[in-house]
């Protein structure tokens, strides 16, 4: 398994900031994702993040609203910009680990919660 | 991507056996079937991955018919603490290891 920290775990940001969320893995992995969960719903995917390149973002979400780092194998950045209301959601990130035969597991971080006021 | 369909939700008792089925018609040869478990405010957490056939662990088990067109999280005796969502996803390397979840299901453990 891999231990995810990520940082915020909690915030309450002002309408028009930017606020970015840091992913920190135990171990190296091969894979790391963004996903965005609103209040009383389930999981969108955002993009992947890419080590050394730019990240590869899903239908709707656009690289100028969710900036992504990922310098290294263990850690990666999602900076949400010029923030509304309507971006107030868990924010997570999960990584791929090899195991079970030759398929692999995607673990989750726990998430930080943001709330725009 | 092969989309899954589950209950929207599902009650039980303490101490019953729980089964939650999935139903993933389109899953693709190298697809792994794999749940999560989801409490309010938390990340999602894993709970077992199978191919086919049976899998256990020490928290659940996992059975998939021969088609592989569905499958079923067992939950045995289940308590309070295992009210949460359920999510059933299916992918693989093929895929990109893109997860997408649908609504998932809904298990309320009454006392």
């Known amino acids: 398994s891999a231990v995810i920290s990520q940082k915020p775990s909690r915030d309450i940001c002002q309408r028009g900031t930017s606020l970015t969320i840091q992913c920190q893995v135990d171990?190296?992995?091969?894979?790391m994702f963004w996903y965005r969960q609103q209040p009383g719903q389930s999981l969108t995917l955002i993009a992947t993040a890419n080590q050394g390149s730019e990240a590869t973002y899903e239908s709707g979400f656009v690289i100028d609203k969710f900036p992504i780092s990922r310098p290294n194998l263990t850690f990666s950045t999602l900076t949400v910009s010029n923030m509304s209301p309507e971006d107030s959601s868990i924010y997570l990130c999960?990584?791929?680990?090899?195991?079970?035969?030759?398929?692999?597991?995607?673990?989750f971080g726990e998430g930080s919660w943001l709330t725009v006021v | 991507l092969a989309k899954t369909t589950q209950p929207i939700s599902m009650d039980s008792y303490e101490g019953q056996e729980v089964n939650i089925t999935c139903s993933h018609n389109?899953?693709?040869?190298?697809?792994?079937i794999t749940w999560y478990q989801q409490f309010p405010s938390q990340g999602p957490r894993f709970i077992i991955q199978?191919?086919?056939t049976k899998v256990t662990n020490e928290v659940a088990s996992l059975f998939i018919p021969a088609d592989r067109k569905s499958s079923t999280l067992s939950l045995p005796r289940v308590s309070l603490s295992d009210t949460a969502v359920y999510y059933c996803?299916?992918?693989?390397?093929?895929?990109?290891?893109?997860?997408?979840f649908g609504s998932g299901t809904r298990l309320l453990v009454r006392p």
């Open positions: 996803l299916v992918g693989d390397k093929d895929s990109s290891y893109k997860l997408i």
């Open positions: 199978g191919y086919k």
């Open positions: 171990s190296q992995v091969t894979m």
């Open positions: 389109n899953i693709a040869t190298n697809d792994y």
């Open positions: 999960s990584v791929v680990t090899g195991g079970f035969h030759s398929g692999n597991t995607i673990y």
